[in-house]
């Protein structure tokens, strides 16, 4: 088991080609679609692909979902005004959260605290007494992962991404946030699991939500418009579905003719942490 990489799949998918004409293609281990996108590209009629875990049924809909670059590029900037926007009204209040916090509440940010486990609560009545109306999400040990003011920032994003009109695009934008929240978080990069930054970094560290998701976005609008003109003229049928790969009661087993995966490693040491990572 590892990573399904583009290359892998792209060649597998060639070199079968060969041999025999591909119709029907499985992945009944997804993860992000990268077999599903690959077989797309190859211009496989029929493509299906499965997964137990809801993000992935997620990154997989929106990679494999053909959209105009055009209309992603107007979207953002509309996006980015009333962020903008926002923040502008709200930007003494919003920059203040922090020193509230730690200065009025007493709190340590980056302990194992009241902060750390009453963060909703603590930010909405912060919100009450300033004007600031965004939804707060109410999560576990959220002011664990995140410094008050960043939590302001996403809760912003997040309400004028889910004011997009189109599901599609919709969700490509909330798959770009999704990776924002990521990387705006407390948490250590480069590991595979959720670990902390140690508390002398998380002093330093300032993350700015608005360049992290300008980023991102730009970087998948990109190549979003590659992706739909490499398929030109090319129409596959996508089939995606959640479920447990040992009942995919809903396939024909004699309809694929080719599958390509990359199963689950089995072990907690080593396993990439879509669970753990789709709490944030």
């Known amino acids: 088991p590892a990573i399904m990489v583009c290359p892998i799949s792209r060649h597998i998918i060639q070199f079968m080609g060969k041999i025999r004409p591909i119709y029907a293609l499985l992945d009944p281990f997804m993860g992000s679609g ?3 996108v690959e077989g797309m590209l190859a211009g496989i009629p029929h493509v299906a692909g499965n997964d ?3 993000m992935a049924i997620f990154m997989s809909q ?3 979902t053909p959209l105009s670059c055009q209309n992603l ?3 953002f900037m509309m996006v980015c005004s009333q962020y903008d926007d926002i923040i502008r009204r709200h930007s003494q209040s919003l920059q203040s959260v922090d020193e509230y916090v730690q200065q009025k509440l007493g709190l340590d940010i980056f302990g194992k ?3 750390s486990q009453n963060a909703h609560e603590i930010l909405l009545e912060y919100s009450r007494k300033k004007g600031i109306q965004t939804d707060i999400p109410s999560l576990r040990n959220m002011g ?3 410094r008050p003011q960043v939590i ?3 809760a912003i994003m997040r309400d004028v991404i889910l004011n997009i009109d189109d599901i599609h695009y919709r969700q490509f934008f909330l798959l770009v946030f999704s990776e924002c929240v990521r990387l705006v978080s407390n948490r250590r990069n480069g590991e595979f699991k959720m670990f902390r930054m140690p508390v002398e970094k998380l002093r330093i560290f300032f993350p700015d939500v608005k360049k992290y998701f300008t980023d991102i976005a730009i970087r998948n609008i990109g190549k979003m418009d590659e992706f739909t003109h490499a398929l030109s003229n090319k129409k596959t049928n996508i089939n995606i579905t959640y479920g447990d790969a040992r009942h995919m009661d ?3 087993d004699s309809f694929y003719d080719l599958i390509i995966t990359s199963p689950p490693y089995g072990d907690s040491r080593t396993t990439v942490a879509y669970g753990e990572f789709s709490r944030l």
Do not use: A, D, H, Q
Request: overall charge neutral; cysteine-free.
């Open 152 to 154: 302001y920032e996403l």
């Open 73 to 75: 590029s107007r979207i």
């Open 113 to 115: 605290n009241e902060w």
């Open 250 to 252: 809903s396939l024909n």
């Open 62 to 64: 929106v990679k494999t």
């Open 52 to 54: 137990l875990n809801p």
């Open 34 to 36: 990268t077999v599903g």
């Open 144 to 146: 664990y992962w995140f």
